[in-house]
């Protein structure tokens, strides 16, 4: 059974630095993209970013997805020796403020990024607050 658990949300300033974590159980890292998700009140979640299966399985190539906002500021990767996946988020601005959901499935990347109803599965979410 796929599990994940989002943490690491925080208050936090306007340019201010947050590293948000998903632990993953119930299969193994590296079989599927993982991708976190944000949501901010009375908005449709969106993607943030994305890492692809390593190359040479399913679909995988490898590579990590940004959704454009979010370019130079945020850094996804996998560790795969605790089995989780990190966002690295830095310069922070008050649009970065949501629920950042960790979702997981065998998914084409870059595409499922943009479509967030099509992953299968979800963490809970972790809230990031950044202020003035």
Not at 25 to 45: C, M, Y
Not at 63 to 78: A, Q
Not at 106 to 112: Q, V
């Amino acid at each position: 059974q796929v599990r994940l658990v989002e943490s690491g949300g925080a208050l936090v300033q306007s340019g201010g630095s947050l590293r948000l974590s998903c632990a993953t159980s119930g299969f193994t890292l590296d079989d599927l993209d993982i991708g976190w998700f944000r949501q901010a009140p009375g908005k449709e979640r969106e993607g943030v970013a994305c890492v692809s299966t390593p190359e040479g399985l399913r679909w995988g190539d490898g590579t990590t997805h940004y959704t454009d906002s979010v370019k130079g500021r945020f850094t996804i990767w996998r560790d795969n020796a605790r089995k989780m996946v990190h966002l690295q988020m830095n310069n922070l601005q008050p649009g970065d403020t949501g629920v950042y959901y960790c979702a997981a499935d065998d998914i084409r990347c870059a595409w499922g990024l943009r479509h967030p109803g099509r992953w299968d599965h979800w963490g809970k979410g972790t809230l990031v607050t950044v202020s003035q």
